[in-house]
């Protein structure tokens, strides 16, 4: 059997030299490039998903939708991960990192250039429609994005340096979240000021494809590995399950933000505020752990010692009751602080608890797992949550939204429990 030994060095091409047994690879400064190319693909991926959610009542009454709409939008992108998942997982196996580069640059600046052209359009439903065309773009690459780290970190990375930039570029796509989160609210005022945000992401959209390009031009890299086996490991699935149910919270919530915390009388601005809290302590403390557990290795350590169900818990209240924002902004704060914390060591986790399995099969089927329980999550909400009428709180605006705090708490404590 050969042996894998990667050592940092800082030349600008990656060596490879070998013997009987063992395959010693010295890893390239050019690294970094790669890991800020797909980094920044991440990034615009969660800002092109999330930007209209913080300021739905506006976005709803621009295109001429419903909330039930602009939902339904928001589920493309997890039900595309699903669908195309396994074919996602194995095309990047094959083809490697670059082809994970050109998809998102192609369909990221796609989407972003049909969603300013939506603007330009005199019939709303046009513009509907652009949007949702753009919309679909955009899913496709998502999961290229999302599943490729551990992939970049296994071909690139020595391994006192893999866990740091799997958690870098897979907290990039909850940066690009955090950045979709905070700023519409400042930007977007009233419907008629929805054409200066899609224009803005655009700008971003431009910027990121040619910040990647570099990457782009000489982002592939291959090791021979073992081909796939079948998945029949109990730790990695009830790992997985746990992982998945806390980030379909995640992305529940994420989407949902401002049509809960308007439904107890929050502005846009305050749920821009408490998605930037949630993702930006979040980044900030998987940075530090990712750091730690590079330095110790415990990898396992750090999944266990994780505290954001009390801080979920504690959302799940005090969402449901009006003046209570400097809680509501502590409770995101903390559960997002501790629930980034385990993102990438649990992918991280996953990769060596069933090596030889490809790092692509388990970040894959954790991943797409995720997206197919906040599918359901979402849609339950969507269901059963009871509808706002004649409420002097709400600042929904004129279109009645629907009020998910009641099903969010039941969801949440369930959620939290299987996690």
């Not at 449901?320 to 400097?326: D, I, L, N, T, Y």
């Amino acid at each position: 059997m050969q042996e894998f030994i990667m050592h940092n060095s800082e030349s600008s091409t990656p060596l490879l030299s070998s013997s009987s047994n063992t395959i010693t690879i010295k890893s390239s400064g050019f690294r970094w490039m790669v890991l800020l190319g797909l980094s920044a693909q991440n990034t615009l991926s969660g800002i092109l998903w999330i930007a209209l959610a913080p300021v739905a009542n506006h976005a709803i009454s621009y295109y001429c939708m419903t909330a039930y709409s602009l939902n339904a939008i928001n589920l493309i992108f997890p039900f595309t991960t699903v669908l195309v998942g396994l074919f996602t997982a194995a095309s990047i196996d094959i083809f490697g990192v670059r082809y994970v580069l050109g998809t998102g640059i192609l369909c990221n600046l796609t989407c972003a250039f049909l969603r300013l052209t939506s603007t330009w359009m005199t019939k709303s439903s046009s513009r509907f429609a652009l949007l949702i065309v753009a919309q679909i773009i955009a899913s496709i690459a998502q999961p290229f994005c999302l599943f490729a780290p551990t992939k970049l970190a296994l071909v690139w990375f020595p391994d006192t340096q893999r866990t740091t930039a799997t958690t870098l570029a897979s907290l990039a796509n909850s940066f690009g979240v955090l950045i979709g989160s905070a700023y519409p609210p400042l930007l977007v005022k009233q419907p008629s000021d929805i054409p200066s945000l899609e224009a803005s992401i655009f700008g971003i959209a431009v910027f990121v494809a040619l910040l990647t390009l570099p990457a782009f031009w000489r982002g592939n890299r291959f090791l021979a590995f073992h081909t796939w086996i079948v998945l029949k490991n109990r730790g990695f699935l009830l790992l997985a399950f746990g992982f998945a149910t806390g980030l379909a919270y995640f992305t529940t919530v994420s989407a949902l933000f401002q049509q809960m915390l308007c439904s107890t009388g929050y502005s846009n601005e305050f749920a821009g505020l408490c998605g930037a809290l949630m993702i930006g302590g979040g980044i900030f403390v998987a940075f530090l752990v990712s750091i730690i557990v590079g330095k110790t290795g415990s990898i396992l350590y750090g999944i266990k010692v994780v505290f954001y169900s009390l801080g979920a818990i504690g959302f799940s209240v005090t969402i449901q009751f009006p003046g209570r924002a400097m809680l509501i902004a502590f409770f995101v704060l903390w559960f997002g602080g501790f629930g980034f914390s385990i993102y990438g060591l649990s992918l991280e986790m996953a990769a060596e608890a069933t090596y030889p399995v490809p790092e692509m099969v388990t970040t894959g089927f954790m991943l797409m797992l995720s997206q197919l329980l906040s599918i359901i999550s979402i849609m339950l909400m969507q269901v059963f949550a009871p509808v706002i009428r004649d409420s002097r709180l709400q600042t929904c605006g004129p279109d009645a939204l629907v009020k998910v705090s009641h099903i969010q708490l039941q969801l949440q404590w369930f959620s939290q429990f299987v996690a």
